[in-house]
Structures are given as C-alpha cells and as structure tokens.
C-alpha cells in the first residue's frame, strides 16, 4: 500500500516558514503537549537552517487531547499569537519551554515574553475563537493519515521514516526536491 | 535507511496480506474478556458498523499511537454509527491498566487464551512474534467484512481509510435501509 497523501493541499490559512516557491514543502501535524514534538523542535531547526531556501515548512495542529490536556489550549494560544503577527515566536516559545509547563498562566506569560499583550492573548483562547480552525486541522489530519505526533508530510507524502536521524530525514526531504 | 522503509510494505503485503480476511467474508464472531468480569462478543453489535483494530501490543512507547488516535476520532466513528474495538494478545489486567493510562474510551479485548485464536481466525496473527497483526477490519451490521487493511508493523495505519469504509457503508445504508431488514 502507497503511503498516505495529504488531502488538504497547503494554502493561505496555514502558518509557513520560508519561500512558497520552494522545491519541497515539509507539512507537520504536531501537539504542543506532546513529548515527541518538542525533541522534533530542535531537528526542524536543523533542517530548515541545512536546507535554506530550499525548504518549505509548515505547522498544522493536531492535539490529542485525550492524551494531552494541555495540547488544545497551547494550541490556541499558538493561533491567537498568530493573529498578532508572531505565530512562529509563539510556537517556538511553548515548544522550548514545554516541560516547564502548558498551563494557562504559563501561556500567559510565554505570550508576554515575546511582547504580546497576554491579557489580549488569553481572551481569544479563553473565547476559543480559534478552536474551529484546530479541529480543522485536526479533521484534515486524521484524512491524511496522520497516525500520531508529529507526523510529516514531505511535498505531500507521509514520511513514514525515523525523523530523529537528521541526515536521513534531510536526505529524504532533498530528495523528494530533486524527484520533482 | 531509507531503502528499507521502502521495502517494509511490500515485504509485508507479500508474506501475510493473503492471509488476512477480505471484503465479503463473514467476520467470525468471538466473546473474550473486556474486563476481568466482562465479556464482548462480535454478535453483540448485530446490526451496526463495527470496527476491530488488532494491534501487537499495549504500552507502545510511541506517543499519540495508534489507539490514542483512534480515541481522539472516537467521536467520528460514533457519529458514522460504529463501535470500535482494539484487540491484542495482552491480558485483561494489563488492558484495564493500559486502558486507564491513556484514557481510552473504547474496550480493549484480551485475545489470550487461547492465544491469539481471535487473531488466528482473522489471519492476522504472527507466529514467530506471538503477538496481532497491526490489522483493521469494518464489519457490518450483518457480520460481514465490508474493508480490512493489515499494515506493516511498524507502520500505524492512521483512521483515514476506517472513515472512508464506514461512510461508504453509511451512504450504501441510505440507499438500502429498506432491504437491511430482510438480509439478517
């Protein structure tokens, strides 16, 4: 059986890093909760500074909730952030500081250190205004054959490889670039 | 490496999909332990859509594994009218721990003695392992396997191709709900 393919084509509502132009576009479903995500953090790091502007990366959300209590709230936490122009900073902050804690007076302040108005921040999540476009996420996810967190996609396909060994991950991303 | 992640699925589909029950074939029924004193049988659901996920083992050190994610689209299974059922060789005391750790909301039946004979009846057991298939099955209301999937066993299959089964039955349901009656 052919791996999965991504159903839900990359578009103006995700949250990307680098040119949308770029021969490979990298998709992850993550959880902010999830221990597997945060020690991806760092690889992605690596992987988007080794393959320049090369790469496309994408975050989509995918909580599980069941297992992580704390995932959703992050998550919209992330989104309100995002509205303000600093999803990016926001996701680094609670991946970086995950262990720490995902509680909302810890989000609060992550909001606040990277020079948002927490209170502001923390109405939206506490409105849920962005819950709609999470589940979303999620629902695409779970069409795309996510399997758990974090799962990737590169230019479409799910990456059913070990992303913790980063020249094979990196190897697996340029090549999908070159098959193009 | 990345050579033999390739090679995985069709190693795997070569050596066991053959075995595994398919589309059209009666699902054998079965009664094992949910519970320590709890018994699920396949007949119990007679009637609607069942899902049964055999998987090798609980306690899989993966995160967000493949039962924690069929928990999470446990409400979209619902919402298609079918049960969801995880099967494993592991025993009642280990699935009600298991079951309790992740905050599963569906049973986990125990396929232990005899070992694996569930398993076995749906070709989806690996002698040399002892252990489930990473196998699905969708079932009819009457029994009858309408989709199955076995996954290579390191590969969590996702819910993707469950849903694409169930609503295909859903919209064949409204078409024949009239029929249904008189077919069991």
Known sequence: MSPAALKVPV?????????????VTLVEYGDYECPHCARAHPVLKLVLRRLGDRLRFVFRNFPLTELHPHAELAAEAAEAAGTRGKFWEMHDMIYDHQREGLEVEDLAQYAGAIGLDAIAVMQDVAAHTYLPRIREDFMGGVRSGVNGTPTFFINGMRFDGDWTDVDGFVEAISGAAVSV | MTPDIADRPDTASATHRAQVLGVGERAPNFSLHSTPDQRVSLDDFRGQPVVLAF??????????????????????FRRLGAELLGISVDGV???TAFAGARNLHFPLLADFEPKGAVARAYGAYRDAEGVTERALFVIDGDGVIRWSHLSPIGVNPGADGILEALEAMHQDAGHTAAGAGARS
């Open chain 2, 93 to 95: 005391w280990c699935h």
């Open chain 1, 11 to 23: 578009n103006a509502n995700d949250h990307t890093q680098g040119p949308s132009d770029a021969p």
């Open chain 2, 55 to 76: 998987y090798p083992a609980d306690w899989s050190p993966v995160c967000g594994d493949q039962m924690a994610l069929y928990n999470q689209v446990l409400p979209e």
